[in-house]
């Protein structure tokens, strides 16, 4: 396809008729606070670069692949107390993305790829709750997880929340969006968060919802002193490749009675 005519939001009623997409992706973004110095929009803005890339990437090998719009709303109840923090309840956005999962199934489509940006939204639910109602096969993608064995590769600090990778993913894409005065400003403990009181949460043995403005001190966890456009780049070479990959497969697999495993 000519180039960005694999986004649906530009493209017309002719261009998906001459396409014959038979894959989708839904990027998921969200709206909240990310430190002092990157924008609320975020995640909604790394899903919509890495969802573009990664496109981009399989439909010049023949992918059909079409990108939805990105929902930039996503589940905010760990930072309900912050200001503006957009929420959308988990079961809400269930319903957002089943009602969606209808309309690819009416189009015809059956092979769809949820593309997640943020931490907050937990989706297996929802392919749990869809299987076996639904002719689209579902998969997702938590873009920020599929790095995990190469991240220190490319980082020097672990992070959790608009650190030293997101700000380096921002600076690559929108560097006039980065506040760098002040990340600049930012004290040395700005990035740390808060233990629990409990061990059995500390070592992981036991989880909690986490509210973000008790847990750390300005919304951020990491440092992103270390943050570079070179570093975002990298990053974004090696999630758009991937999942690049996985598109081509996805769109050019026969949909059998084994799909998606392996034929005996």
């Known amino acids: ?29 969200a709206t909240e606070p990310h430190n002092r110095h990157l924008p609320y929009a975020t995640d909604t803005i790394e899903a919509d670069v890495i969802g573009r890339c990664a496109c981009a990437r399989a439909c010049e090998r023949g992918a059909r692949v079409a990108l ?14 912050l200001p503006l923090a957009m929420n959308v309840n988990p079961s809400t956005l269930q319903l957002v993305i089943t009602d969606l999962v209808e309309s690819v199934s009416r189009s015809g489509i059956q092979r769809m790829l949820i593309l997640n940006s943020h931490g907050g939204n937990e989706l297996k639910s929802v392919l749990r709750e869809l299987a ?18 190469c991240y220190d590769e490319i980082f020097t600090h672990r992070e959790d929340h608009a650190g030293e990778m997101e700000t380096s993913i921002l600076l690559a894409t929108h560097p006039e969006l980065v506040r760098k005065d002040a990340a600049g400003s930012l004290d040395a403990d700005e990035g740390s968060t808060r233990p629990s009181r409990f061990t059995a949460i500390n070592r992981g043995w036991v989880s909690i919802t986490r509210r973000w403005d008790l847990l750390t001190t300005n919304t951020g966890s990491g440092n992103p002193h270390a943050a570079s456009a070179e570093k975002g780049q990298q990053v974004l070479d090696r999630i758009a490749t991937r999942l690049a990959d996985f598109l ?9 009675p084994a799909f998606p495993f392996a034929p005996l």
């Open 248 to 256: 081509v497969e996805l769109s050019q697999s026969e949909l059998d």
């Open 132 to 149: 076996g109602r639904t002719d689209v096969h579902l998969f997702l993608c938590d873009w920020f997880r599929m790095i995990s064995d």
């Open 1 to 29: 396809m000519p180039q960005r005519m694999f986004e649906l939001a530009t493209m017309t009623y002719a261009d998906v008729l001459e396409a014959k997409v038979n894959t989708v992706v839904l990027p998921l973004g």
């Open 68 to 81: 939805l719009p990105t929902i930039p709303y996503g589940t905010e109840t760990n930072m309900r107390f």
